[in-house]
């Protein structure tokens, strides 16, 4: 009698635990949905602030052309001044060539 007792108390102290747990999962509920609302929520003003960013950081139409026009004078300057390294290189070799000759 006393083992049965024992282990109908364990079935009856199991189940009341169980239903402790579950009156703590329904308690939750409203904090969980509100926690996924708060979620959405962020989520939205997220993507809010990722598409302004992207339109503030876009580059308008004329900083393009002012980019483009500095590319271009950038590579005549480097195009002069490479011309200008080979005909100094070129002076140094007639030199060497000379400084060999004589």
């Known amino acids: ?9 364990a079935v009856w102290a199991v189940c009341g635990l169980n239903g402790l747990l579950f009156l703590a999962l329904v308690a939750l509920i409203p904090v969980i949905l509100k926690l996924r609302s708060a979620l959405g929520v962020t989520e939205q003003a997220m993507a809010d602030w ?23 004078e950038s590579r005549r300057t480097l195009d ?15 030199a060497v060539w000379l400084g060999r000759r004589l």
């Open 1 to 9: 009698m006393n083992a049965n007792w024992s282990s109908g108390w």
């Open 50 to 72: 990722r598409e302004a960013a992207q339109q503030a950081l876009a580059p308008t139409p004329a900083e393009l052309l002012r980019l483009r026009d500095r590319l271009r």
């Open 80 to 94: 002069r001044w490479q011309r200008r390294l080979q005909f100094w290189q070129g002076i140094r070799r007639v």
